[in-house]
């Protein structure tokens, strides 16, 4: 159980262009779904956290307007990198929070994403 | 502020030889104390929650326990197979709820 989904699982793209990530739990529903981004040989830094149905909150730092977030079912929350550039190329990684309570959260495999 | 500190950044054993990794913390309520093991290139894996001192968990090879200050992750008999990051995180108040304040990891390689 608590099995979540990512995809794709790695996108290379020109500078410039939107890539959307898809983030799912496939077995429970998550009110609460957290994107992450992880560079090399670092840990996680927080960029947001999405409550279905509501606004995403941004952590400082992290520009809304570049890194759109969209909860709209309580399975689904999408990442859209909006006019993508190098410094954009990441490891982006998702998690979910199991509506029925606890804190604990449950992380997607990862998307990389190179910005050529 | 919260802080999480894991010890040692990176770990060498053979296999067989048990051992323990570090998490020291400071929050102002804890909400839980979280384990993941994460290989290379992928998302991190979940092991264990733990909320209150004194708590312990197991898992085959692995494990957890929880004091007020520090939670330690015991190893025993570690295998080729446990090489990997172990990152421990705390539930931290942020302005959008709770959400988990990772530590750096500690890089684990166990060696046939």
């Known amino acids: 159980g608590a099995v979540v989904s990512q995809h794709p699982s790695w996108v290379i793209c020109k500078s410039g262009t939107s890539v959307k990530i898809e983030c799912r739990s496939l077995d429970f529903q998550a009110t609460t779904m957290f994107w992450y981004r992880q560079f090399p040989k670092q840990s996680l830094m927080l960029m947001a956290t999405?409550?279905?149905?509501?606004?995403?909150?941004?952590e400082q730092g992290v520009e809304k307007d570049k890194f759109l977030i969209n909860h709209a079912s309580l399975t689904l929350s999408t990442l859209t990198v909006t006019s993508a550039h190098p410094e954009d190329s990441s490891f982006y990684i998702c998690?979910?929070?199991?509506?029925?309570?606890?804190?604990?959260?449950?992380f997607g495999p990862g998307t990389r994403l190179l910005v050529l | 502020e919260d802080q999480v500190t894991q010890s040692p950044e990176a770990l060498r054993l053979q296999e067989g030889e048990s051992s323990s990794l570090n998490c020291s913390y400071t929050?102002?309520?804890?909400?839980?104390l979280f384990w993941y093991r994460q290989d290379p290139g992928k998302g991190p894996e979940f092991l264990f929650t733990l909320y209150s001192a004194g708590e312990e968990k197991e898992k085959e090879r692995l494990k957890a326990t929880l004091t007020k200050k520090e939670s330690f992750l015991h190893i025993t008999a570690p295998k080729p197979e446990d090489s990997a990051t172990y990152l421990c995180a705390v539930s931290s108040r942020k302005d959008s709820g709770y959400a988990l304040n990772f530590g750096k990891g500690t890089s684990l390689l166990v060696t046939p």
């Open positions: 998690s979910a929070r199991d509506r029925r309570g606890k804190e604990t959260q449950y």
């Open positions: 999405s409550n279905e149905g509501s606004k995403a909150t941004y």
């Open positions: 929050v102002s309520g804890l909400r839980g």
